[in-house]
Protein backbone atom coordinates (compact mmCIF):
# COMPACT_ATOMS: atom_id res chain seq x y z
CA UNK A 1 0.00 0.00 0.00
CA UNK A 2 2.66 2.22 0.79
CA UNK A 3 4.37 1.97 -2.50
CA UNK A 4 1.00 2.50 -4.58
CA UNK A 5 0.48 5.75 -2.41
CA UNK A 6 4.12 6.89 -3.41
CA UNK A 7 2.78 6.50 -6.66
CA UNK A 8 0.08 8.26 -6.82
CA UNK A 9 1.78 10.72 -5.32
CA UNK A 10 4.46 11.06 -7.43
CA UNK A 11 1.53 11.37 -10.31
CA UNK A 12 0.02 14.38 -8.50
CA UNK A 13 -3.61 11.96 -7.94
CA UNK A 14 -5.60 10.57 -4.90
CA UNK A 15 -4.68 6.82 -4.60
CA UNK A 16 -7.96 5.92 -5.52
CA UNK A 17 -8.25 7.60 -8.86
CA UNK A 18 -4.63 6.24 -9.38
CA UNK A 19 -5.60 2.79 -8.88
CA UNK A 20 -9.11 2.77 -11.25
CA UNK A 21 -6.59 4.53 -13.64
CA UNK A 22 -4.10 1.40 -13.53
CA UNK A 23 -7.13 -0.80 -13.33
CA UNK A 24 -8.47 0.50 -17.01
CA UNK A 25 -4.69 0.13 -18.21
CA UNK A 26 -4.53 -3.59 -17.32
CA UNK A 27 -8.35 -4.27 -18.41
CA UNK A 28 -7.41 -2.26 -21.87
CA UNK A 29 -4.43 -5.02 -22.31
CA UNK A 30 -7.00 -7.55 -21.91
CA UNK A 31 -8.28 -9.56 -24.79
CA UNK A 32 -11.99 -8.75 -24.70
CA UNK A 33 -13.01 -11.99 -26.90
CA UNK A 34 -11.96 -15.27 -27.18
CA UNK A 35 -9.14 -15.60 -29.53
CA UNK A 36 -10.61 -19.16 -31.34
CA UNK A 37 -13.88 -17.16 -31.82
CA UNK A 38 -11.57 -14.14 -33.54
CA UNK A 39 -9.88 -16.98 -35.81
CA UNK A 40 -13.07 -18.66 -36.70
CA UNK A 41 -14.65 -15.28 -37.94
CA UNK A 42 -11.54 -14.54 -39.52
CA UNK A 43 -11.91 -18.09 -41.20
CA UNK A 44 -15.49 -17.31 -41.93
CA UNK A 45 -14.79 -14.12 -43.48
CA UNK A 46 -12.21 -15.27 -46.19
CA UNK A 47 -15.03 -17.20 -47.56
CA UNK A 48 -17.16 -14.30 -49.11
CA UNK A 49 -16.10 -13.01 -52.09
CA UNK A 50 -16.85 -8.74 -52.14
CA UNK A 51 -16.09 -6.70 -54.66
CA UNK A 52 -13.00 -4.89 -53.83
CA UNK A 53 -10.19 -2.33 -55.86
CA UNK A 54 -7.02 -0.69 -54.54
CA UNK A 55 -8.45 2.34 -51.70
CA UNK A 56 -7.30 5.33 -53.85
CA UNK A 57 -9.79 3.45 -56.97
CA UNK A 58 -12.33 2.93 -54.05
CA UNK A 59 -12.19 6.76 -52.70
CA UNK A 60 -13.20 8.08 -56.31
CA UNK A 61 -15.96 6.10 -56.92
CA UNK A 62 -17.23 6.71 -53.29
CA UNK A 63 -16.94 10.78 -53.91
CA UNK A 64 -18.73 10.06 -57.44
CA UNK A 65 -21.89 8.34 -55.88
CA UNK A 66 -21.65 11.53 -53.57
CA UNK A 67 -21.75 13.47 -56.45
CA UNK A 68 -24.74 11.74 -58.07
Known sequence: MAEIR???RRD???VGEWVRRALREARARQ???DPQ????AVRQAVGYS??????DQ?????EQ???Q
Not at 37 to 40: E, Q, R
Not at 58 to 62: C, G
Open 6 to 8: RLA
Open 12 to 14: HLP
Open 31 to 33: PVH
Open 37 to 40: AKLK
Open 50 to 55: FPTAEI
Open 58 to 62: MLREI
Open 65 to 67: GYQ
